[in-house]
Each structure stands twice: as C-alpha cells, then as structure tokens.
C-alpha cells in the first residue's frame, strides 16, 4: 500500500467537503501505483502557504529519485469543453482557467513553501513537475479533440491511465508511474539524503506522535526527538535504539 495522506477519504457526494468523482477515481489510483511505497509520498489537498496565503492543490507527490509533481484533477467530459486554449477553458457556459496554469503555481507556492522552512537541498534543488488529470476523458477523444496541442498528451493523465484494466495503466509496473513523474520534470532530480526526505515530508504533512513512555534515563531526550516526526518516521526512529 502506498503513503498517500490522508489515509481514507471521503466518498463523492458525501458532504460539503467531499471530493469530486473524479478526485476519487486519482486517489484510487495512486494509492495502487506509487511504488515502491518507500520512494514516494503522496498528499490529498494538502496545506500549502502561511495562514493567510493557504492554497490546497489536489494532489502532490513526492518521489525521492524524481521529485514533486503536482496533480490537477478536472472532472470536464470531452464533450462539454467547447473552446481549449493555453489561456482559458470554456466548459459549457462556464469559463476556467487553463488547468496548467494553476498547476504551475501550486508549484511555486511548494517551492516557496520549502524555501519558508530553509529547505536547501545540498546537491541543488528538487524539481517541481505537474499533470493535469482528465478522469473521464479517453486518449482517443484527447487526441481527436486536439487538447493535446494545448497540454501535452505526456502531461495529461487521462481515463485510461487511470484504469487498472487498461493497458496504459499507470500502475502496469513498478515504475511505470515514476517514469510519467520523471518525464515531466525540469530537470533531474539530485540525490537526497534520508534526513533531507525526512525534512521534505514533516513540512508537507507534519504529526505531533504520542510516544509511549520508555525506560532509562534518556527517554526525555529520545521524546524530544520524535515528536514531530510522522508515524512512519517514528516507528523507523523507534526500531534503531
């Protein structure tokens, strides 16, 4: 099972908070598809930003061989979307923005979330990669629509992708998924250190753990420690005293 947090969501429909169908369906599909789960982390809706400037991107992913990469899920059917351009969407009657675009700055908001913890990364920087997912758009109605002269079919994660039984599923293999991460990225990821992916994921998705009282006198000490570290950080932490 893959790190991906929250660790259960909502069903769609369920309440003013839910998450969309197609929302769903992504979550679904990178819980089965992110492996090995010791490579990557991923976050629903996380946080990002100080408390006035807080943005929720759908979903961030976080592979310590490749990077971030952002996802924007938009649950449009191929047949609602009357005008595609780099700038805008109409869907039906309503305008939206270019869903690129939106994911290029929920990318800048996690880098300059990371800067704000002096997250620096002795090798140079962790690159910042974004997807766009269509859950119920197919590759054949992408292409023959010509939405991939506006996002590239590389960048879209589409209803075949997302389908355990289609051939293009991204979780046919280990590391089908990270190539789709790696091929959108700016540049190569450098080598990150264990306490540099320690650092990264207690700022994206920190946890005050509760840690059972232990003997000897440097428990106090060992507490201090872990406090702040998530579950699966701790328990790692826990097994090498």
Not at 124 to 137: C, E, K, Q, S, T
Not at 143 to 167: C, N, Q, T, W
Not at 227 to 234: F, G, M, R, S, V
């Amino acid at each position: 099972m893959s790190r991906i947090f929250p660790q259960q969501i909502s069903a769609p429909g369920s309440g003013d908070n839910a998450p969309t169908e197609g929302e769903y369906r992504v979550y679904g599909a990178l819980r089965d598809c992110l492996q090995p789960d010791a490579d990557f982390c991923c976050w629903f809706e996380v946080a990002l930003g100080p408390a006035r400037k807080r943005r929720w991107p759908d979903f961030v992913v976080f592979g310590r061989r490749v990077g971030f990469c952002v996802i924007e899920v938009k649950d449009w059917r191929a047949d609602q979307i009357r005008n595609f351009t780099k700038a805008e969407v109409w869907v039906g009657a309503r305008q939206s923005g270019n869903p690129e675009r939106q994911a290029k700055k929920y990318g800048d908001w996690l880098l300059e979330e990371l800067r704000r913890h002096s997250i620096h990364p002795d090798d140079g920087p962790v690159p910042v990669g974004r997807l766009i997912a269509f859950p119920f758009i197919s590759r054949d109605d992408y292409r023959h629509r010509g939405f991939d002269k506006v996002i590239p079919a590389e960048m879209a994660l589409l209803k075949d992708d997302l389908d355990p039984g289609s051939e293009s599923f991204v979780g046919a293999n280990e590391k089908a998924f990270a190539a789709r991460i790696a091929a959108v990225q700016p540049f190569a990821c450098p080598k990150l250190t264990a306490e540099e992916v320690a650092r990264i994921e207690d700022v994206l998705w920190p946890a005050c753990v509760q840690i059972p009282v232990r003997a000897g006198g440097d428990k106090e000490s060992f507490d201090r420690q872990v406090l702040y570290l998530d579950e699966y950080q701790a328990r790692v932490a826990r097994t090498l005293q």
